[in-house]
């Protein structure tokens, strides 16, 4: 259902948008806690390990830490600008990416959109992501710095931060504009690219196992879809990792007093120089914080999104079908 074929029941771009804003919407209600400790990772200056200088020192500590300290629902602090972020993104990268690869389809080679669909699935799904998170740069910064920020809060809710961050300067719900489209380029073409050519890999290995007696299950389908999906986030979210680190710390410049309690604040004047402050300060290793939780998180969220978008599509086709046939 990811991908145009003529062969397959054509849907209409408001059922694409429909079906990628559900699949966002409970995707992000179910890994956001997995976020925010990825995003505190991220925003560490100090090593993520046992030392006396560190706050969050591993994964399970962090949990434990996060709720002593700021309450149980504090793992999903910033979700009203996550789903907000999910209702634009969704809708706006599948349905984008339908349509692009509907026009690949009809206007490029067929080598392209057969025998290198995992080519074409790649370049589509760069463009989209690059034209969703423009539309949706706004609410990542807003969800940031919620995030970001701890006890006593500085921002009371979305409303709050949109307010505040205004009296900053527009531009400010800009920040971190530069990595962001560098990272969501290769991210999102990466993740459609990979889906693509793992769908591809599971079909030869399922039809080898008919061709010997083996017929796969009712459920085989919804398997496909989130095995090849978790692993295409593990593999794009790993190729483009450090690029996810620079643009969290340069969304919270200007926003050092709500990370007081956290440990060391550092100011960065872009992406090269941000960079270069890491690897100085922190080590290479320092452009990877936060990359356990982030690949679990990878894993569940695209193995989730691409399979509720499945899910979605298929109801919506199963409506279709049935209203048709009144």
């Not at 463009?127 to 940031?144: E, H, K, L, N, W």
């Amino acid at each position: 259902m990811v991908g145009y074929h003529p062969l397959k029941y054509e849907l209409s771009k408001f059922d694409h948008a429909l079906a990628g804003g559900v699949s966002g919407i409970v995707t992000r209600s179910l890994t956001q806690p997995l976020d925010v400790i990825k995003i505190r990772f991220q925003l560490q200056t100090e090593p993520i390990a046992k030392t006396p200088t560190s706050k969050y020192k591993g994964l399970r500590q962090s949990f434990r830490k996060i709720i002593r300290e700021e309450g149980f629902w504090s793992l999903w602090k910033g979700h009203v600008a996550v789903q907000s972020f999910s209702l634009i993104y969704g809708p706006i990268a599948f349905a984008s990416f339908e349509f692009l690869t509907r026009q690949a389809w009809h206007y490029l080679p067929q080598k392209m959109s057969k025998e290198y669909r995992p080519v074409t699935h790649f370049l589509c799904g760069s463009m989209s992501g690059c034209i969703a998170s423009v539309a949706c740069q706004p609410f990542d910064v807003i969800r940031t710095r919620l995030v970001a920020q701890g006890e006593p809060k500085i921002y009371n809710g979305i409303i709050h931060a949109a307010r505040c961050m205004l009296a900053e300067g527009t531009l400010t719900f800009f920040k971190g504009m530069v990595p962001t489209l560098v990272q969501a380029a290769p991210y999102a073409g990466l993740q459609f690219g990979f889906y693509s050519l793992f769908k591809n890999i599971w079909n030869m290995a399922e039809h080898y196992a008919e061709e010997h007696g083996h017929h796969h299950t009712r459920y085989a389908g919804m398997l496909e879809s989130l095995v090849c999906g978790s692993a295409a986030g593990i593999v794009g979210k790993g190729a483009v990792y450090p690029l996810d680190v620079v643009k969290k710390r340069l969304q919270i410049q200007g926003f050092e007093e709500a990370r007081v309690s956290f440990g060391r604040v550092k100011r960065y004047n872009g992406l090269i120089h941000c960079v270069l402050c890491i690897v100085k300060d922190e080590g290479v290793i320092g452009l990877y914080k936060g990359l356990g939780p982030s690949l679990l998180k990878a894993a569940a969220v695209t193995g989730l999104s691409f399979f509720v978008y499945e899910q979605c599509c298929s109801l919506i086709v199963e409506l279709k079908s049935g209203s048709d046939t009144d």
